[in-house]
């Protein structure tokens, strides 16, 4: 099954969504049908988990956290420290 080829940004914001919809979901007795259609939906939309990033101390641009080079600007880029990871 494929993933569906959406930008890092499109499935950050789709995980928040599935997030919320999660908590409004709570107030529901688990017996409840929705709670199956919802766990059918999230499996078939495939989200990965959100990709640890950090900022280029070059270009300031966003990067995956454990890259050796800067996908924007191609700088070399130093092994990672806490202060590197973009919030």
Excluded: Y
Aim: charged share 25%; hydrophobic share 50%.
């Amino acid at each position: 099954m494929k993933h569906f080829e959406l930008r890092d940004v499109q499935r950050a914001n789709i995980r928040a969504v599935c997030v919320e919809i999660d908590k409004s979901l709570a107030h529901i007795p688990v017996e409840d049908e929705l709670h199956a259609q919802w766990a059918t939906l999230v499996g078939l939309l495939a989200l990965e988990p959100a990709r640890a990033l950090r900022i280029c101390p070059a270009c300031k641009q966003v990067g995956m956290l454990e890259a050796s080079r800067c996908g924007h600007c191609w700088a070399a880029l130093r092994p990672v420290i806490a202060g590197d990871v973009f919030g």
